[in-house]
């Protein structure tokens, strides 16, 4: 017996969806939303999409296509949920998940376009006008898929109702910080049953103390990055206990001296000797194996006059360097060896593969409209047709290719909205 062809698969995955769109009527223009990323066109947005799944009829089609995304009311968490419900069975099973926190900046002109703000754009490497949104991906060695979303909202948004309500955010968006972000995913993606994985961050997020511990109190194992300037105390040493002269209340505060306290991460890595770091070699790259030197000490972190429990303090120095090029914070078990370490940390990179073809290859910054609901409906569609080639992947090992359906002929009279090449005006 045949196994169906990829495009029967597609409308097979497509119709396990479809239910999380809360309308019968939403279903077509899904469907075509979705087929319509899966094609090999050069821009994936609204109108070209329509021309594509129906040249004859691109206004019908575009009108229909841009309710779905810019204002039809279905739940982006509903069908990220599915998409999850449908992958993760072919991504998790016999392995323990990471969980990838990070985000990704798409670069904009002008001020209208939902969240847009000059801040740090990942995507140059410096500050920009941009918008930034920050994500959740549950993956494997074998790949990765995202199953949380949202943009990041600046205060100078926040700040102004008026803007935001031309925008379309909801009336109970309010500020929040990336990390503060990323925790409500983790607890979302907690509440949804998904098995738990490590949870693996930059500096960004790692650095907060606040949000480790609470990572810590929900019962996650964590490794992330950290700055060199994280105090710890080093092994072996830890603040003094509370002392008390038995008069009045007995202190709670653990005590440091002038002899006796704690060192910053990067101090704490040049007093090593050289026999503490090894050189580890943690995944094969394209044209060679990825190596370099790494040493892990357990320390306890000083933040506030508290005794916290050791943790892995990890430190990657190549030997070619004259400093340190990065440090990890990780509350794995003490028996988790160095190499393990490295190779947790390092599994990061797989969050990158998921913004490059997210990007690249389904249009995820393609999306031409304004408002909340657009940016994050489009997101969950992109990811919706990414989740049907990362299961094909896993189904099909022979698989390594991106997925493309064949590009449907265009009518001789076929010309874009607006002109004669280019994409459509805003939608």
Not at 56 to 67: P, S, Y
Not at 343 to 365: C, P
Not at 388 to 405: M, Y
């Amino acid at each position: 017996m045949s196994r169906p062809s990829i495009q029967d698969s597609f409308d097979a995955y497509l119709d396990e969806l479809a239910p999380k769109l809360g309308h019968a009527d939403r279903v077509p223009s899904f469907k075509d939303y979705c087929y319509g990323l899966m094609l090999p066109l050069s821009r994936k947005s609204i109108e070209p999409i329509a021309a594509s799944v129906d040249p004859e009829n691109v206004q019908a089609r575009h009108q229909a296509l841009h309710h779905l995304v810019a204002k039809a009311t279905w739940s982006d968490l509903a069908l990220l949920t599915g998409v999850a419900q449908w992958v993760l069975p072919h991504l998790l099973p016999g392995t323990t998940p990471f969980w990838i926190i990070d985000d990704t900046s798409f670069r904009k002109k002008g001020r209208h376009s939902v969240g847009v703000s000059r801040q740090y754009c990942g995507e140059i490497g410096k500050q920009d006008n941009c918008q930034v949104a920050v994500s959740l991906s549950v993956a494997t060695e074998r790949a990765s898929l995202p199953v949380a979303w949202r943009l990041y909202v600046p205060r100078s948004w926040t700040d102004d109702p008026a803007r935001c309500r031309r925008a379309g955010i909801p009336v109970d968006v309010a500020f929040a910080t990336k990390p503060d972000i990323a925790l409500q995913q983790v607890r979302e993606t907690l509440d949804a049953g998904i098995k738990p994985g490590i949870v693996l961050a930059d500096a960004a997020y790692g650095k907060v103390t606040a949000w480790r511990a609470q990572l810590a109190e929900w019962g996650l194992s964590y490794c992330v990055g950290v700055h060199e300037d994280l105090s710890v105390w080093a092994p072996e040493t830890e603040p003094l206990p509370p002392h008390w002269s038995g008069r009045g209340r007995p202190p709670t505060r653990w005590q440091q001296t002038a002899e006796h306290h704690p060192v910053s991460a990067a101090a704490l890595a040049h007093a090593l000797e050289s026999a503490n770091y090894q050189v580890i070699t943690w995944r094969e790259g394209t044209n060679q194996s990825l190596t370099s030197r790494f040493a892990a000490v357990r320390v306890r972190v000083a933040r506030g006059m508290q005794r916290r429990e050791p943790e892995w303090l990890l430190i990657e120095w190549p030997e070619s360097a004259d400093k340190p090029a990065k440090y990890w914070l990780s509350n794995l078990p003490e028996d988790t060896s160095l190499t393990t370490l490295v190779k947790v940390a390092k599994a990061r990179w797989r969050i990158e593969r998921d913004y490059q073809e997210l990007k690249q290859e389904f249009g995820l910054d393609h999306y031409e409209g304004r408002n909340w609901r657009g940016f994050h409906h489009h997101a969950s569609l992109c990811i919706a047709a990414y989740g049907f080639l990362v299961a094909e992947r896993l189904r099909r090992r022979d698989q390594k290719k991106i997925l493309r359906f064949p590009m449907p002929t265009l009518p001789a009279s076929y010309r874009p909205r607006g002109g004669t090449e280019g994409p459509a005006s805003c939608e």
